[in-house]
């Protein structure tokens, strides 16, 4: 059974930092695509960031190109999105979710994660204060 667990939400001022993990299990971790993606109230859901199979290539919404940084341990099945400079209007439920690379093994599109093959959590909540 496939799972994807995140962590990490919690409560901050303006200015601070968080770090959220998604811990994933029931597939191979190491295949797939990474993402962080974020449903703020009354929008749409939109992708925060994405990373490659391996880890070295990293793509990022402008919103937050800078002040996050996405990451992945292959070993230890985890995905992970430091949040620094955060500002109230970061405040949104974070999921994150697994896809299939493309043909060219490319995972910098957020729309590989609206296939009906891609996983996804449950989301944690992230609150920023002013």
């Known amino acids: 059974q496939v799972q994807l667990m995140e962590s990490g939400g919690g409560s901050v001022q303006a200015g601070g930092s968080l770090r959220l993990s998604c811990a994933a299990s029931?597939?191979?971790?190491?295949?797939?695509?990474m993402g962080w993606f974020r449903q703020l109230p009354r929008k749409e859901r939109e992708g925060v960031a994405t990373?490659?199979?391996?880890?070295?290539?990293?793509y990022y919404a402008d919103s937050v190109r800078g002040r996050f940084t996405i990451s992945r341990d292959n070993a230890k099945n985890t995905l992970y999105l430091q949040m620094n400079s955060l500002k109230p209007e970061d405040t949104a439920i974070y999921y994150c979710?697994?896809?299939?690379?493309?043909?060219?093994?490319?995972?910098?599109?957020?729309?590989?994660?609206?296939?009906?093959?891609?996983?996804w959590g449950q989301g944690t909540q992230v609150t920023v204060s002013s």
């Open positions: 979710a697994a896809a299939r690379p493309d043909s060219d093994n490319w995972c910098g599109d957020f729309k590989r994660y609206e296939s009906n093959e891609a996983y």
């Open positions: 029931g597939y191979t971790y190491g295949s797939r695509c």
């Open positions: 990373i490659s199979v391996g880890g070295g290539g990293k």
